[in-house]
């Protein structure tokens, strides 16, 4: 059962909304711990008047983590807002934003403010900025200045404070106030109780995700057996994110996208997260992984790393690793964003296309086989060992230009033990350097040649394929790893 705690410095601060049990003042709850019951589980909305250092604000947030509560605002975020960084967060069409919020009359405007609430503002040309201004400083209150000299920018985020609210000011915050609490506090469980709880990021409307809808069943069904609550969440849940022990991430990858955010955030938490925003950042580039793998000295395909506006090296690339040649966009997934050519010409035009998304493109040899290894790795330890077989008729294993029934090809499962020795180790020493999580490394095998195409995080796990072989016990070893992490961290084990 979770407990909503909203502390206030004064009561006085509280006075225009309606009486509620769930508000207390600062002083009363440092003087005595709310929700303390090891059944109840106690959320704080911290609401005083300043989080300066040492002031009362500062000691709520710093003793409701003591205490083991989930405090907004956490004193990471206070000491970041202090510290006024805005990294992470997305200004690039900042301008472009602006222009379409300020009235036609107020274009000399050269600074104002905005103040949003739990994330949410009315100007809703900029409520995906303040969305990704909140989810970087989860704050209850936050005024965003803006100034302009040549182009806009963000000049300073402040928390604000409740009593400072005009009347208009208080209805705002009163609704995003009752928005936020019914997305991020659960009901009161009457089903039996969990020892941990998990949340499982995925995107329903993806069409190709790393898990289908029986893997993700299955998952949940896993965790059960272990007294773990797998919870589906999806990426409008990240307000909820704190109330969770885990967070285990079933969709797709990628550093400019909100699946990063959460793992960093989970991080940031202390919660156990697979995988971790490490793993994500090492896997999801291509580039990066080349030269992680070469310094290894591991095998990979004769590889070229090609800049932009370099038409030497490209004009130098056909001697370099010869015709066919694959060209891969850094961060692609799923054979997306990968061409093979055959003539100078497709080099040029393939090259020019990747270009225009990315500064730096990777070039590889063609290597033909019937299908690609894939080895799932869970913790240094070999999962699974699947091939996966060419689309019909065409030289990935996925064809994303065709129809339903031939968009990707077959495969087989096989028993780690019955696949070649030289597969697995090679498979381990690939993910060694990058982590202890869960991974899916891909490899092609041309005679005795064994070499790594890539390591992917958040490898598939779909229901039917990968799970082939061992059926329920792929799914119930992931949630015991997630077990063991947590049982780990509860009792202060560190590696």
């Known amino acids: 059962m979770s407990r909503l705690v909203i502390v206030v410095e004064k009561a006085s601060d509280w006075g225009s909304y309606y009486p509620s049990d769930n508000v207390v003042t600062a002083q009363d709850y440092l003087k005595e711990p709310v929700g303390a019951e090891d059944d109840e589980r106690t959320q704080v909305i911290n609401l005083c008047r300043s989080y300066k250092y040492l002031g009362i604000g500062y000691y709520v947030s710093l003793l409701a983590e003591a205490r083991g509560h989930k405090v907004i605002p956490s004193v990471r975020t206070i000491n970041d807002l202090r510290r006024r960084s805005i990294y992470g967060i997305d200004i690039d069409d900042l301008n472009q934003k602006l222009q379409k919020y300020l009235p036609e009359g107020e274009r000399d405007t050269t600074d104002f403010s905005v103040l949003v609430y739990f994330g949410e503002t009315s100007y809703t040309p900029l409520s995906d900025l303040m969305r990704q201004v909140f989810e970087t400083f989860p704050c209850p209150i936050l005024r965003i200045e803006f100034e302009r000299q040549k182009l806009w920018q963000i000049s300073a985020i402040k928390p604000a404070s409740l009593n400072t609210l005009t009347d208009p000011q208080e209805d705002g915050f009163a609704q995003a106030l009752d928005k936020f609490s019914k997305k991020l506090w659960r009901k ?16 329903p409307a993806d069409p190709m995700p790393p898990s289908n809808k029986r893997a993700l069943k299955q998952f949940i ?39 990063y955010r959460f793992a960093n955030k989970a991080e940031k938490e ?13 896997c999801t580039n291509k580039i990066y992984l080349h030269d992680l793998l070469k310094s290894r000295k591991l095998a990979t395909p004769r590889t070229e790393v090609l800049y932009r506006d370099d038409a030497k090296r490209l004009a130098e690339l056909p001697e370099l690793i010869g015709f066919p040649i694959v060209l891969k966009i850094p961060d692609g997934s799923f054979s997306r964003g990968i061409h093979k050519v055959e003539t100078p010409e497709q080099l040029k035009t393939a090259a020019d296309d990747l270009f225009q998304h990315t500064a730096l493109v990777l070039a590889q040899e063609f290597m033909f086989t019937e299908f690609d290894w894939r080895v799932g790795v869970l913790n240094n330890q070999a999962l699974y060992a699947c091939q996966y077989y060419m689309s019909r008729g065409h030289w990935q294993i996925y064809n994303h230009g065709a129809n339903a029934a031939q968009r990707s090809g077959g495969f087989k499962t096989l028993p780690v033990r019955d696949a070649p020795n030289d597969v697995i180790k090679l498979a381990l020493k690939a993910t060694a350097p990058i982590g202890d999580g869960l991974y899916g490394v891909d490899i092609k095998q041309v005679g005795e040649r064994i070499v790594v195409i890539e390591v992917n995080d958040n490898p598939s796990i779909d229901a039917g394929i990968e799970d082939a072989y061992l059926g329920a016990d792929l799914y119930r070893r992931i949630m015991e790893e997630f077990m063991r992490r947590l049982e780990r961290k509860r009792l202060g084990i560190t590696d």
């Not at 009161?188 to 995107?203: E, Q, S, V």
């Not at 896993?222 to 609550?229: P, Q, R, S, T």
């Not at 909820?240 to 996208?257: C, K, P, Q, V, W």
């Open 270 to 282: 202390g919660m156990v997260v697979i995988d971790d925003p490490t793993s994500i950042l090492r």
């Open 188 to 203: 009161p469980r009457t089903r039996k109780k969990f020892r941990y709880d998990i949340a499982m990021l995925h995107d």
């Open 221 to 259: 069904e896993a965790g059960k057996e272990l007294g773990i609550e797998v919870d589906a969440i999806t990426k409008n849940d990240y307000a909820r994110l704190a109330e969770y022990d885990g967070l285990f991430i079933r969709e797709t990858t990628a550093l400019d996208n909100h699946t």
